[in-house]
């Protein structure tokens, strides 16, 4: 396949690019600053999501577009989820690319399947700390929500640097039970080869060993 990989410099990015790779996929991903890897199936633009010109055009020719977007800023708003995935849509539009998967939060969501003690520890503790990210993911959920494409959000727990393991669970628009962290390589893992799942097409989807 042809995908396009936004975020690819954050761990899970980095970690679905290798996988990608690895996989065989013609890989296309758009960075601000010097990636380090060359690969024969790899095209690196340089260039920022909040900037679509650099590399709107690129969008046409691919199978399947990912978001792992991130902020390390947790300090001052941010937009860099919701204005990114508005102009990743609009560059889709109009278009044969359908397919977009994008990177979002368990803690945009504080389910009552989550265990006492963690509700509490996202509530006052994680909550705060990401509350800018968090805002501004919800309002990317929305914009997708209300996209023609064939989206799905991946609800991410807390991460890890375990290893890939393949083994997890997921829910499509529902919650799962008593959710736990999950390495970075097994979310990546889910991404990469769910990309041409049917079932998780217009879903939110929740993921946890």
């Not at 769910?194 to 060993?209: F, G, L, N, Y």
Request: charged content about 20%; aromatic content about 4%.
């Amino acid at each position: 396949m042809k995908l396009m990989i936004f975020g690819v410099t954050g761990g899970t990015g980095a970690q679905l690019l290798e996988q990608a790779l690895v996989a065989g996929h013609d890989v296309t991903v758009l960075t601000r600053r010097r990636l380090g890897i060359e690969h024969a199936h790899l095209t690196v633009l340089r260039g920022d999501v909040l900037e679509p010109s650099s590399w709107r055009s690129a969008v046409a020719g691919q199978h399947a577009i990912m978001s792992c977007l991130g902020s390390t800023d947790r300090k001052n708003p941010t937009t860099v989820y919701s204005e990114g995935v508005s102009n990743i849509l609009a560059a889709m539009r109009p278009g044969p690319v359908r397919r977009l998967i994008c990177l979002s939060s368990a803690g945009v969501e504080i389910t009552p399947e989550v265990p006492a003690l963690q509700r509490l520890v996202t509530k006052y503790v994680i909550g705060p700390r990401y509350k800018h990210a968090y805002a501004d993911m919800v309002r990317m959920e929305q914009k997708l929500a209300a996209s023609d494409v064939d989206w799905t959000v991946v609800r991410a727990p807390m991460l890890t640097d375990g290893p890939l393991t393949g083994r997890y669970r997921t829910a499509a628009n529902g919650h799962l039970t008593k959710p736990k962290a999950i390495s970075r390589a097994d979310l990546a893992h889910y991404l990469l080869t769910h990309v041409t799942d049917d079932d998780h097409r217009k879903a939110v989807v929740e993921i946890s060993p």
